[in-house]
Nanobody, 123 residues
Framework: QVHLVESGGGLVQAGDSLRLSCTAS????????MGWFRQAPGKGREFVGS????????WYPDSVKGRFTISRDNTTNTVYLQMTHLTAEDTAVYYC????????????????WGQGTQVTVSS
């Protein structure tokens, strides 16, 4: 059974940093690129970054580029999302996801999803 479990969310002030973690089990880790998405209330799911299995390539949308960094530890099956200079617009539920189709930005290319972790940024 596949499990992706996010952690690290919480309430922070604008300008703060936060690191999210996502640990996977039940999948062959090396077969999957990993992505992070977020969904704010009343909005669709938004891509915030992805990383190849080896970690050598990452992809970010302009909305987070330079502020968010994805990394992964292939010894612990964990992917991280380091977020800096947070603003109220970053408030959302954050999801990690696993894809066998490369480090795509398309949510429909992802095979497995975590349950999400809430990030709230107060201004």
């Amino acid at each position: 059974q596949v499990h992706l479990v996010e952690s690290g969310g919480g309430l922070v002030q604008a300008g703060d940093s936060l690191r999210l973690s996502c640990t996977a089990s039940g999948i062959t880790w090396r077969d999957y690129a990993m992505g992070w998405f977020r969904q704010a209330p009343g909005k669709g799911r938004e891509f915030v970054g992805s990383i190849t299995w080896g970690g050598g390539s990452t992809w970010y949308p302009d909305s987070v580029k330079g502020r968010f960094t994805i990394s992964r530890d292939n010894t612990t099956n964990t992917v991280y999302l380091q977020m800096t200079h947070l603003t109220a617009e970053d408030t959302a539920v954050y999801y990690c996801a696993a894809s066998q189709r490369g480090y795509t930005s398309n949510q429909y290319d992802y095979d497995y999803w975590g349950q999400g972790t809430q990030v709230t940024v107060s201004s």
